[in-house]
Each structure stands twice: as structure tokens, then as C-alpha cells.
């Protein structure tokens, strides 16, 4: 009876030291991962290399472009400024003339304006998030 008894308790210690040891190996192999997916030192020093010396040709562009000195004259600036804001008013005139070209369309279309908008494949600035706005403070 004793020796049945030793070897059942060994039968009942076995799968519980089986599930400690499966455990164990699952826990390695995600740190054997987490260790593969990371660059070798070598590779990060060859890295770090290329980005310092993009970094350091980057600067001397930057401070090659602040000595140069090429500044935009006032008159070319107030010139693209001018041809700026008459499109923006073009715009501005377009979209309003669109939208009362539609309005017109509606008085004698017997569906929403969005049912209109869409056989039509028409696109509003809301719908695509533009914000005129935005644009009159540049």
C-alpha cells in the first residue's frame, strides 16, 4: 500500500511539474522573441550614424539658408499675396454661385438637398473638411 501510494502522489506531482516547466518554456520563448525583434548594437550604431550624419547635413543646408541671405523682395511678396487673395475670392464667388445654382434646382426637385447632392456626385467643402477660414488668414 505504501509503495502504490508513493507512486500515485509521483503520478499527481508529475503533470502539476509538467505544467510549471511548460509555463516556463512559453515565458522564455516571449522574452526570446521580444530579444530577436529588437536591432543588434551593431545595427543600432550603424543607425545612429546615418541619422547624425543626415542630422549634420541637414543643419549646414539650414544655416547655408539663413547666411545666403535670399530674401523675398516686397514687391514679389505683395504680388503673390494679391494673386492669393483673388483666388480665394474666386473661390468664395464660385462656391456661392454653386450653392444658389442648387438652391434654384430645389425649388422644383422633390427630394432632400442631400439626395440631390448626392445623384448629382456633388461634394461640399464640409463634407471634405475644408474650412474657408482657414485659408483668409494666411
Given at each position: 500500500?505504501?509503495r502504490?501510494?508513493?507512486?500515485?502522489?509521483?503520478?499527481?506531482?508529475?503533470p502539476a511539474?509538467?505544467?510549471?516547466?511548460?509555463?516556463?518554456?512559453?515565458r522564455?520563448d516571449?522574452?526570446l522573441s521580444r530579444?530577436?525583434?529588437?536591432?543588434l548594437?551593431?545595427?543600432?550604431?550603424?543607425?545612429?550614424?546615418t541619422?547624425v550624419?543626415?542630422?549634420?547635413r541637414?543643419a549646414?543646408k539650414?544655416?547655408g539658408?539663413?547666411?545666403?541671405g535670399?530674401?523675398?523682395?516686397?514687391?514679389?511678396?505683395e504680388r503673390?499675396n494679391?494673386k492669393?487673395?483673388?483666388?480665394l475670392q474666386v473661390?468664395?464667388?464660385?462656391?456661392?454661385?454653386?450653392?444658389?445654382v442648387?438652391?434654384q434646382?430645389l425649388?422644383g426637385?422633390n427630394?432632400?438637398?442631400?439626395a440631390?447632392?448626392?445623384?448629382?456626385?456633388?461634394?461640399?467643402?464640409?463634407?471634405?473638411?475644408?474650412d474657408i477660414r482657414?485659408f483668409?488668414t494666411?
Amino acid at each position: 500500500k505504501a509503495r502504490r501510494r508513493v507512486r500515485v502522489l509521483g503520478l499527481l506531482e508529475g503533470p502539476a511539474e509538467l505544467l510549471e516547466i511548460g509555463s516556463a518554456h512559453r515565458r522564455w520563448d516571449v522574452e526570446l522573441s521580444r530579444l530577436r525583434a529588437q536591432p543588434l548594437t551593431s545595427d543600432a550604431e550603424k543607425q545612429l550614424a546615418t541619422i547624425v550624419a543626415e542630422n549634420e547635413r541637414k543643419a549646414s543646408k539650414l544655416q547655408g539658408l539663413k547666411e545666403d541671405g535670399k530674401q523675398m523682395s516686397e514687391a514679389d511678396r505683395e504680388r503673390i499675396n494679391n494673386k492669393y487673395r483673388k483666388y480665394l475670392q474666386v473661390w468664395k464667388r464660385r462656391k456661392r454661385t454653386a450653392g444658389e445654382v442648387l438652391d434654384q434646382i430645389l425649388e422644383g426637385y422633390n427630394k432632400p438637398k442631400k439626395a440631390l447632392y448626392e445623384s448629382a456626385g456633388i461634394e461640399t467643402d464640409e463634407e471634405v473638411k475644408v474650412d474657408i477660414r482657414t485659408f483668409e488668414t494666411v
